[in-house]
């Protein structure tokens, strides 16, 4: 059911041009893609869920790009993967600053020029579970999904007036700048404390002690391995994965996903050496971690500050290390235990921890800001996106 004056239409009937990429002969070899170029040529990479990226690009000469008979993307365009990872848009509006776009075989370009539907509106729509519900039942193939034009084509959505349609897009994209801006904030917020860490960690911003006056004495020279001692996860180990966000304990992981899940487990939880360092002995990543828990991979070392050590330094400097990853040895014993670092006294230690705690602080308050407003653009796009709350348009 639709609301009064909406009506449920294909993208074909609403008229909305579905224009794939070129798969011909002159479709480009490995030999002419390059760095830089005339033409940014889009594969899978460079549309993610959150949009486009342009990380890792790839371009191709202006010769080439006249040579192909399709899959040119123009502003207002909406692209769509459609094979491997698909179901993914990304909108080409004028925060892209490419001039010159193509697809490649695995996209389709979406085109809303004189169509029923609003760009701005469209991609809206594109970002719903009404469109992605419809794209998981549609794809077929199991090693590869895929979808086809036709498939596309009869991708189903509802169709406000236009009037209409410009007030939800630009309802919701005033969230989305408040989204963008709070992202900016949070890279801003943790590239500073990065800076300011570089400059503490190594000695070359001395602070205060707590008399007023900065620290001066010697740094220490000492292995990490003789600051740290390390547990291994076997006692630690979850056995049953049926997690549930109702259970207590956190089941960790070093890497980015953090907390897998929550498990009911009571036996074998690591609660008598808090604070912690988690980390990872096969890919070198690390977590602070000062809550109870239970580990879910064998190659995890729970790492534990030795007396007149704070384990908060130890994880700062950690995070400072550059380490080139190599093989599939065990890290901690092998290349970190004999790390050498600067080691200040304890109460400097305990300085530079407060300052790394209160950046962490503001960093922790601005995504807690970004996931408020996140939520609440999806509340908004479930009642403004299906009509169950109307919009004013003014006059």
Same mark, same amino acid.
């Given at each position: 059911?639709?609301?009064?004056? /909406? ?48 990380? +890792? ?13 399709? *899959? ?25 600053n ?12 979406? *085109? ?5 539907l ?10 719903s ?45 005033? /969230? ?32 205060? +002690? ?8 010697? /740094? ?9 001692d ?30 897998? *899940? ?11 050496d ?15 971690? +000062? ?10 070392k ?7 050590v ?21 890290? /901690? ?25 209160n950046?962490?602080?503001e960093?922790q ?28 348009? +003014?006059?």
């Open positions: 059911m639709v609301p009064s004056g /909406w009506e449920v239409k294909t993208l074909e009937q609403a008229n909305i041009t579905v224009t794939d990429g070129d798969r011909g002969k002159e479709y480009p070899k490995s030999s002419e893609f390059f760095d830089s170029g005339y033409c940014l040529f889009l594969s899978a990479k460079n549309v993610t869920k959150n949009g486009f990226s342009f990380l +890792d690009t790839q371009f191709i000469s202006e010769e080439k790009h006249r040579k192909l008979r399709k *899959g040119v993307v123009k502003k207002g365009d909406i692209v769509l993967t459609t094979r491997g990872s698909v179901g993914q848009f990304a909108y080409y509006d004028q925060t892209v490419f001039e010159n776009i193509r697809i490649n075989s695995g996209m389709v370009t979406l *085109g809303c020029l004189n169509s029923e609003e760009s701005d509106f469209f991609y809206a729509l594109s970002k579970s009404l469109i992605a519900r419809q794209i998981d039942s549609a794809a077929f193939g199991s090693a590869q999904p895929q979808l086809t034009v036709k498939i596309i084509k009869s991708l189903k959505l509802p169709v406000p007036p236009i009037p209409e349609q410009q007030k939800i897009a630009k309802i919701l994209t005033t /969230w989305d700048k408040a989204i963008s801006t709070t992202e900016h904030l949070i890279d801003n917020s943790t590239q500073q404390k990065k800076a300011l860490m570089q400059q503490l960690l190594t000695g070359k911003k001395r602070l205060l +002690d707590g008399e007023g006056k900065r620290f001066d004495k010697k /740094w220490e020279r000492i292995e990490l391995g003789k600051l740290l390390y547990k291994q996860p076997t006692p630690y180990l979850v056995q049953s994965t049926d997690y549930s966000d109702e259970y207590p304990t956190p089941v960790l992981t070093a890497g980015k996903t953090f907390i897998l *899940g929550y498990t009911d487990e009571e036996f074998g939880i690591f609660s008598e808090l604070p912690t360092i988690i980390f990872d002995d096969f890919t070198t990543a690390s977590k602070f971690v +000062d809550f109870p828990f239970k580990a879910k991979s064998s190659a995890m729970m790492l534990v500050a030795k007396d007149g704070s384990i908060k330094y130890i994880f700062e400097v950690m995070q400072a290390l550059s380490y080139a990853i190599g093989g599939h040895q065990r890290h /901690w014993i092998s290349i970190f235990a004999n790390i050498v670092i600067g080691l200040p006294c304890r109460e400097e230690q305990q300085k530079i921890t407060t300052v790394s705690n950046a962490d602080k960093t308050l601005l995504e807690q800001q970004l996931a408020d407003l996140q939520q609440e653009k999806k509340a908004l796009m479930q009642v403004l996106l299906t009509g169950k709350k109307r919009v004013v348009i +003014d006059s």
